[in-house]
């Protein structure tokens, strides 16, 4: 059942077109991650469905009830969406109890338990209660904010990159907490963040922004594995992109001849294959298929440059397992693994 | 033989500074005990009358009466122009109330109408005005801006973040207003309701104009009666305790929290409310506020200007009022900045324990009435230091104790404003410490000490109470003289002077203005 759409949406700051025509439809109980770079219109998207901006054109629906469109808005107070933001932004002359049941109509003693077992929710000390927010530190404010919009139990949960001023430690640890409690709760939730692997791994939609509007929605597999455009792929992770000529599911590159899953395209392209396909092997005395060029040591792996023979001399960089390679002019033997994707 | 050279150095120059820092020290101290003089004053009159007289003259109808007054007229007046204050800061901070710039900047100008021309002018207009209605009504024009100017700074400065946080929350507008912008906005409203209340019990000509008897309208009449020593102590012992007892409270309401903005980035600009059809019924409040607050004074100095015609413009008085006042105004502003520099370096280069109750020392003698601080300069030097009564250099003294802190803090936030290695830089390229102090904090902190100069001299040019009491023999700055022809009931006479002194007030009042604006970082 659908829980939030979005449609048309636009928005501009003077001449900055913020939204262009945003899409979007998220399932009850679904966690959507919106993911794309800097000034792409994240936070603004997320402020509109807060109801903390208005749309100059498009509607949003939330439960089949259109909440806003350029002509008129459900205040923000009446929406009951939670969110989070980048910041935590606690109220400073309030203590961890009262913000949490800031949003709370109820007695002082309903508050307080409501608090602590939200408080247990996402994992902090009871004894953190009394305490103000600046005697909190990143992490924690965070996850005290999340606490605070959980209180009301929202139909819908707005994350606006949470996890960002945590370090890498606590970050994953956070967003394993922030995942179960929510999931726990049911509630449907849109996350806004920076970081691809933090995508992947939280979400069962994941929107790809550029410039102000949507270039892909889909599971996140999906989008990984058959991205609409090389920008989209790299953003992703990392990716091997080949010139290819390709005929009835076979396209000619450097690499050899690949399998494509389009049977239909024919003609010059760029293909798609993502390093977990690509295995790597040194040979002994052989030609093999490739040399190494350059080669940066990264513990597990190596980080190398492969330049491969043939009549145009073509590389490309690579992540392989460190075991096996040893130094640049080590000659290799290269491995395709399943079909090449090509840009639609 | 080099080494040993070397070591010999060392240790001295080392030593060099801190004996700088506490030479400062020393200073600072010393300002600090003569800005207490008025203080120790107090206590030395009450130890001195004995308790039995004392009592007999603290505890009568009079003082009871006078007591009622002042409560009356805090308890009416400060609320009123906190209301006044937000509503009007949120109007122009926060709404697209149509001209809010203007009328921001309108918000503020009554304070260069000096607060007995204030009473002048509605004296002019109504004549039989009189009593607490009265001195609240004008107490709330001439006054309103102190709440005005921090708590309209302290609204550009709030993030909006948290307001729409508390709506995500399910908070209506009204309901984010009281639990997450009025909290925030304490600090400001404490502070400009503190310094309104210390100015309802120190003012004297607004107060003696519509026939309204305060604690220092009493003692100043004792003072120019009957000279009895005693009762006026009195009175003034009584007056310093109510001042006690305001700082008191604000500093219980206050707490002891500042709230900065917790997380990283800079605060997203608040959005404006739109006022739509409401706009002009909202215009009305500003509009009706500056026509008490400025259309009376302009309007009745405009009828006595015209009335008077030419006749009122004895040129050779007021030329005299004219030079004198700027001359005191002058010597007492650069004077005062002068006091504040050792405890303005200390308190930003040599933050201690030290420094801030030092600081707070400045503080607490500038909020002694202006009354009482002439009172004990006048007792002091007839008593003791005869050649010094009524001398330029007793005034201006009183004028360091009383504006002291005006000029502290202009100076001091542009001290807090060149770094530190500017000066360590200049030592590098092999300047001397002073010459690197010359040349880059005292030349960079040059328009805040300006602005300190301004800004005391800006009191002083206003300030009556103590002036009168003090002033050496001859004198008649343009307040005095004011004054002296309202008593002759020449009103018309009076006008000139009036408007000098709001000419000459209007760059300074603008310039704090604008410093608001400045340290809200627009
Ligand atoms: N209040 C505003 N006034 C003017 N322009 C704005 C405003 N808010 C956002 N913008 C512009 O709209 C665009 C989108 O901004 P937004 O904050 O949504 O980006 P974002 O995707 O959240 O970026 P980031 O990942 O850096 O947080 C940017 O170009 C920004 O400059
Ligand atoms: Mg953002």
């Known amino acids: 059942m659908t829980l939030l759409q979005l449609n048309f949406l636009n928005k501009h700051f003077g001449a900055v077109a913020a939204l262009d025509g945003v899409h979007l439809t998220a399932t009850s109980g679904s966690r959507t991650a919106i993911v794309g770079p800097s000034g792409c219109g994240k936070t603004t998207l997320l402020r509109l469905i807060a109801g903390f901006e208005t749309p100059d054109a498009g509607e949003i629906l939330l439960d089949g009830h259109r909440i806003a469109d350029a002509d008129a808005q459900v205040p923000a107070h009446l929406r009951n969406i939670g969110i989070v933001a980048q910041d935590g932004c606690l109220f400073p002359h309030l203590s961890v109890v009262d913000n949490i049941g800031f949003g709370l109509k109820a007695e002082r003693a309903v508050k307080l338990a409501r608090a602590s077992e939200l408080l247990d929710m996402v994992g902090l000390d009871q004894a953190m209660l009394a305490r103000k927010p600046d005697q909190l530190s990143g992490g924690q404010q965070q996850r005290v904010a999340l606490a605070r919009a959980l209180a009301r139990k929202p139909r819908l949960m707005l994350l606006d990159e949470p996890f960002s001023a945590l370090d890498t430690g606590l970050r994953a640890a956070t967003r394993k907490a922030v995942t179960e409690v929510l999931s726990t709760a049911g509630i449907t939730t849109i996350l806004v963040t920076h970081d691809q692997g933090e995508a992947l791994a939280f979400a069962d939609q994941l929107a790809v922004m550029r410039g102000g509007r949507f270039v892909q929605v889909g599971h996140p597999r999906e989008v990984y594995e058959r991205p609409v455009d090389a920008a989209t792929a790299v953003f992703l992770g990392e990716a091997v992109l080949l010139p290819a000529v390709v005929t009835a599911g076979r396209a000619q590159t450097p690499l050899g001849v690949l399998a494509v899953e389009d049977l239909e395209f024919r003609g010059q392209t760029t293909v798609l294959l993502r390093p977990e396909q690509i295995s790597v092997r040194r040979v002994e005395g052989g030609e093999g298929d490739g040399v190494i060029t350059d080669l940066v040591f990264g513990g597990s792996t190596c980080n190398v440059c492969l330049t491969l023979g043939g009549t145009e001399a073509f590389s490309f960089r690579i992540d392989v397992p460190s075991r096996d390679i040893r130094s640049a002019g080590d000659r290799v033997a290269i491995g395709v693994d399943g079909p090449a994707h090509i840009f639609p | ?522």
């Open chain 2, 1 to 522: 033989m080099s080494s040993i050279a070397d070591t010999s150095v060392l240790p001295a120059q080392r030593r060099r500074l801190p004996a700088a820092s506490s030479w400062t020290m020393t200073t600072a101290v010393s300002v600090a005990l003569l800005a207490l003089m008025p203080l120790g004053f107090v206590l030395w009159a009450t130890v001195a009358t004995g308790w039995e007289t004392a009592q007999q003259l603290i505890f009568r109808s009079r003082v009871g009466e006078l007591m009622i007054n002042t409560i009356l007229l805090v308890v009416f007046t400060i609320p009123i122009c906190t209301l006044l204050s937000v509503a009007l800061a949120w109007l122009t901070e926060r709404s697209d109330l149509p001209g809010a710039r203007l009328w921001s900047w309108l918000c503020v100008a009554p304070l260069a109408v000096p607060a007995f021309v204030h009473s002048y002018a509605w004296v002019g207009l109504w004549p039989g005005i009189h009593g607490l209605g009265a001195g609240i009504a004008i107490s709330v024009v001439a006054y309103f801006p102190f709440v005005y100017l921090p708590v309209s700074a302290a609204f550009r400065l709030l993030d909006p973040a948290l307001e729409d946080q508390a709506a995500s929350l399910g908070l209506a507008p009204l309901a984010v207003f009281r639990r997450v912008v009025l909290p925030q906005l304490r600090l400001a409203l404490c502070g400009g309701a503190l310094l309104i209340g210390l100015h309802l019990l120190a003012e004297y000509g607004l107060y003696a104009m519509i026939r309204f008897d305060t604690f220092t309208t009493a003692i100043i009449d004792q003072f120019q009666s009957t000279y009895n020593g005693v009762a006026a102590y009195m009175l003034a012992v009584v007056l310093v305790v109510c001042c006690f007892v305001l700082l008191g409270l604000e500093a219980a309401v206050r707490g002891r929290r500042r709230y900065a903005r917790l997380g990283p980035g800079v605060a997203r600009q608040a959005k404006v409310a739109r006022l739509g059809r409401w706009a002009y019924p909202c215009l009305l409040l500003p509009l009706v506020t500056s026509a008490f607050s400025l259309g009376i004074p302009a309007f009745t100095l405009g009828r006595w200007l015209v009335g008077g015609g030419t006749s009122i413009w004895r040129m050779d008085e007021i030329g005299l009022a004219l030079s004198q006042t700027l001359v005191i105004c002058l010597v007492g502003g650069l004077a005062t900045t002068t006091a504040a520099v050792p405890i303005a370096w200390l308190s930003v280069r040599r933050p201690t324990r030290a420094s801030r109750l030092l600081e707070a020392c400045y503080y607490l003698a500038s909020s002694m009435p202006g009354v009482v601080v002439a009172l004990a300069l006048v007792t002091i030097t007839v008593r003791l230091l005869l050649p010094l009564y009524q001398t330029l250099a007793t005034i201006v003294l009183a004028y360091v104790i009383m504006f002291l802190p005006r000029a502290l803090v202009s100076l001091r936030a542009s001290i807090a404003q060149v770094p530190m290695e500017l000066e360590q830089a200049a030592a590098s390229l092999g300047r001397s410490p002073a010459n690197a102090l010359w040349s880059t904090t005292v030349r960079l902190a040059a328009p805040g000490a300006a602005a300190g100069v301004a800004l005391a001299s800006l009191g002083i040019m206003n300030e009556l109470t103590a002036t009168q009491m003090l002033a050496p023999n001859g004198t008649r700055t343009l307040a005095m003289a004011f004054w002296a022809l309202t008593g002759e009931i020449d009103y018309a006479g009076a006008a000139p002077y009036a408007v000098l002194m709001v000419l000459f007030s209007l760059p300074l009042t603008w310039l704090l203005h604008h410093q608001s604006k400045k340290i809200a970082g627009r």
